[in-house]
């Protein structure tokens, strides 16, 4: 199962430019709140810019991580 | 007697699931995709999108995914969304909690729903929490 850290460096590495914090908010292993801002982001839609974090997991997202809640802003 | 060839049939043949959701969405203008229902929601997530939606008084259609695990695979094969709950509005995916939570508190849920916001709405720390809904642990009734 991820851990957050290994959840902020995949967002980081595949987002440039991208400056995550995760953390796990039930200690359970498999729920995550995630706060990622980008410049990446800018000129996107609220949808576009989580999609774009939640593609960096594809199916792993609903299965060993059961839930991501985002928070994205434009850098 | 005819019978029908798989090849050629109309996609209603194959995919009544995915149809029925496009229909869904097609004629409700607000419609909620979540666990449970509105009156029993079976997530913390969905909990507290209904009740972003209920302390606008906003009027809305729900549809609870978990009798069958095919309405959530096609919900998300066409929103191009993988969480639940999904929120559409005229036909267009408005987000998921994390969305309509942010858009609750800024004043643009109201807005985009058409219904009166106002200062003195229920503040969102006061709706129900995801995390301690989440202890019900009932999220995949699949019978």
Known sequence: MPTPEEIKLRIETAIPGARAEVEDYTGGGDHFRASVTAEAFAGRSRIEQHRLVYDVFGAEIGGPIHALSLKTAVA | ?143
């Open chain 2, 1 to 143: 007697m005819k019978s029908i060839d798989p090849i050629t049939a109309p996609s209603t043949q194959s995919n009544p699931i995915r149809v029925a959701i496009e229909q869904a969405i097609a004629e409700n203008p607000v419609i909620l995709f979540m666990k449970g229902t509105p009156d029993a929601p079976a997530c913390g997530f969905s909990a507290r999108t209904v009740a972003a939606l209920q302390a606008l008084d906003a009027g809305f259609a729900a549809v609870d995914i978990l009798p069958d695990p095919r309405i959530r695979q096609e919900l998300s094969a066409l929103s191009n969304w993988p969480t639940i709950p999904q929120l559409f509005v005229d036909g267009e995916l408005v987000g998921g909690c994390d969305i309509v939570m942010e858009m609750y508190e800024s004043g643009e849920l109201a807005e985009t729903l058409g219904v009166e916001g106002s200062s003195a709405q229920t503040p969102a720390e006061q709706l129900p929490d995801e995390a301690a809904a989440s202890g019900l642990q009932i999220e995949n009734r699949l019978s």
